[in-house]
């Protein structure tokens, strides 16, 4: 196992990573986990046997890890949605104004919903009419 900070960095901004519940399948901390563990742990060629071709063998610059390390915590802890608000007409167009009320709420309640209410969803998402 690793030693390396960046790596560690890795490891619990990923443990703190929020579940998508839209998603179960598919999870972002999934994917750059598999990432890092290229990028940082030894490859044995009893374990993999096409493992020339992966991502560990260029050579680790600690300081550009750190700065990815970075990146995820940044995302994690909204940085940047805080200190960039979207306030205003910006989150209420002319053209619709409830538009993005509405999809969160349809973002919250898709999780929970049923087979049945999806395909409903999809019907009436193919046949608007107005």
Known sequence: MSRSIAYQHHLRALARWPKDE?????QLPD???????????PVSSE???????????????EKRELEQANALYSLLENRYSRKYPTTGSLMRPQSNPNHYTNLMKELREAPRSSWIER??????????FG
């Open 119 to 128: 395909t409903v969803k999809r019907w009436k998402g193919f046949l608007r």
């Open 47 to 61: 374990t993999a046997p096409g493992a020339t071709q992966r991502i560990a063998a260029s050579p680790l610059d």
């Open 31 to 41: 994917a750059v986990r598999r990432r890092v563990e290229q990028r940082f742990l």
């Open 22 to 26: 839209l998603r179960p399948g598919c």
